[in-house]
């Protein structure tokens, strides 16, 4: 087994299965490549992004051009969250991040779930 210096500068052992595939020759996670892929394919399903883009398309004569506006667009905001992921991961331990993103999402679903949370809603019935 090699030693390999994909992982953010520190040495990791290669996995057997990986060692002379692809995988192993392009240092890409292909496991970690379909999670993210799936991940947020599903999380932008409805989002209002995608609704966004479906306004301005409908609305207009060029949807290659409303396609190639919201595919940039997501690629810079993935970019962008890629980066601030990677500068945490250098600042702050990996439990301590699990921990801050499990407290947010909960927060948010308590929010979403609580009766009389939704934006606008002036409290009556």
Known sequence: M????????KPTRRNEKTVGS?????????????LAFVTVFVSELGDKSQLAAIA???GSQSPRGVFLGATAA???????GVLLGEGTAHLLPAKFVKIVAAIGFAIMAVRL?????????????
């Open 74 to 80: 997501l690629l810079l905001a993935s970019v962008l």
């Open 22 to 34: 692809v995988a192993g020759i392009l240092g890409m996670d292909w496991n970690l490549l379909g």
């Open 2 to 9: 090699g030693r390999d210096r994909c992982n953010h500068g």
């Open 113 to 125: 779930l609580w009766p009389g949370s939704e934006a606008g809603d002036d409290g009556q019935a």
């Open 56 to 58: 301005l398309s409908g």
